[in-house]
């Protein structure tokens, strides 16, 4: 079956700092392949998707490559705000219908001033 | 646009009992999911609605169950409660049910078992 495996957290950065969240996906075929964040107190928010190897997605400054090589889709943003502090899910879904999205744990990422 | 809204926000139940959560799409969409989120984990898929039939399903046992009206809301029904199904229960809407189509989540309903 399908799985996403991602690196524990919780990270703490200081403000400006260099992020990489790392990932790495099980997958029969070629999914569609998600960064969804859930800032605290709220729900799940999608922050940027790829749907073929190569694709980059980006979005507020993150952005993340699907590697269908590496089976890695490792977000990134060059330098983090305090605004930014935030649980982070890689997720995919098969492509066709009848998608089911299949979620990392999450990573928690505290940024400090 | 509400975007997709569920209620009750906050539910506290005991062992045993049965438990009801509603989720209406985002306008426009006429597919729902349904996902379970405990304390610390990502969510977990636990069906999908569509046409107001099961379409997919996810490995949770057949004391959850679902419905989905011709308005393309939907709820979900736990019965026979335990301790271990307090959670954070998300819906997500999207329009269609093709893996590229992106699915907005709702804020969710905390379900609390005693």
């Known amino acids: 079956g399908n799985s996403v495996t991602q690196m524990e957290g919780p990270v703490t950065l200081s403000e400006e700092a260099f992020l990489t969240i790392n990932c790495t996906y099980t997958?029969?075929?070629?999914?569609?392949l998600f960064w969804y964040v859930q800032y605290p107190g709220e729900g799940l928010q999608l922050l940027l998707k790829?749907?073929?190897?190569?694709d980059k997605g980006s979005n507020k400054g993150f952005e993340a490559t699907y590697r269908k090589e590496t089976t890695s889709f490792h977000l990134e943003k060059g330098s983090v705000q305090v605004s930014d502090s935030a649980v982070y899910f890689c997720?995919?879904?098969?492509?066709?219908?009848?998608?089911?999205?299949?979620f990392g744990t999450g990573t928690k990422l505290q940024v400090i001033p | 646009d509400a975007g997709v809204t569920q209620s009750p926000t906050h539910l506290i139940k005991t062992r045993g009992q049965q438990v009801t959560l509603r989720c209406s799409p985002k306008?426009?969409?006429?597919?729902v999911s349904w996902y379970q989120q405990a304390l610390g984990q990502g969510p977990q898929f636990i069906f999908q609605?569509?046409?107001?039939?099961?379409?997919q399903r996810g490995n949770f046992p057949d004391r959850f169950s679902g419905h989905q009206f011709p308005n393309y809301s939907s709820e979900l029904n736990v019965n026979a409660l335990l301790l271990g199904d307090s959670a954070l229960y998300l819906c997500?809407?999207?329009?269609?049910?093709?893996?590229?189509?992106?699915?907005?989540f709702g804020p969710g309903t905390r379900l609390t078992v005693l």
């Open positions: 997500a809407s999207s329009a269609g049910t093709g893996g590229y189509n992106e699915q907005f």
């Open positions: 997958a029969t075929g070629y999914p569609s």
């Open positions: 790829a749907t073929k190897a190569d």
């Open positions: 997720a995919l879904s098969d492509r066709g219908g009848y998608q089911k999205v299949t």
């Open positions: 306008s426009g969409h006429d597919t």
């Open positions: 609605y569509y046409e107001e039939e099961e379409r």
